[in-house]
Nanobody, 126 residues
Framework: QVQLVESGGGLVQTGGSLRLSCAAS????????MGWFRQAPGKNREFVAA????????YYAESVKGRFTVSRDNAKNTGSLQMTSLKPEATALYYC????WGSGGDYQQASKYDYWGQGTQVTVSS
């Protein structure tokens, strides 16, 4: 059974940093593009960042570009999202997701992803 498990969320002050991790199991991780999404209360799920299956291509939402860094380690079946200079509007439940053979420009579409984690809460206090 495929599992994606996020960790690393928590409470942080404005301007602080957090590093989220995503541990994948029961799938050939290197065949999947990996994405990060977030959902704040009362809002739709939104794209945050994505990384190609080999880690060569990265993509970011405009709102996080320059502050967040997505990475992966295929040998360890893990992905990470390093978040710096956090703002209160980043408060949300953060999900990692896996897209089999994902490529091209549809990385922002949640419907393209085959597997999802349960999410980890990030709260940024002002």
């Amino acid at each position: 059974q495929v599992q994606l498990v996020e960790s690393g969320g928590g409470l942080v002050q404005t301007g602080g940093s957090l590093r989220l991790s995503c541990a994948a199991s029961a799938l050939t991780f290197s065949n999947y593009r990996m994405g990060w999404f977030r959902q704040a209360p009362g809002k739709n799920r939104e794209f945050v960042a994505a990384i190609g299956s080999r880690g060569r291509s990265t993509y970011y939402a405009e709102s996080v570009k320059g502050r967040f860094t997505v990475s992966r380690d295929n040998a360890k079946n893990t992905g990470s999202l390093q978040m710096t200079s956090l703002k209160p509007e980043a408060t949300a439940l953060y999900y990692c997701a896996a897209d089999l053979w994902g490529s091209g420009g549809d990385y922002q579409q949640a419907s393209k992803y085959d597997y999802w984690g349960q999410g980890t809460q990030v709260t940024v206090s002002s």
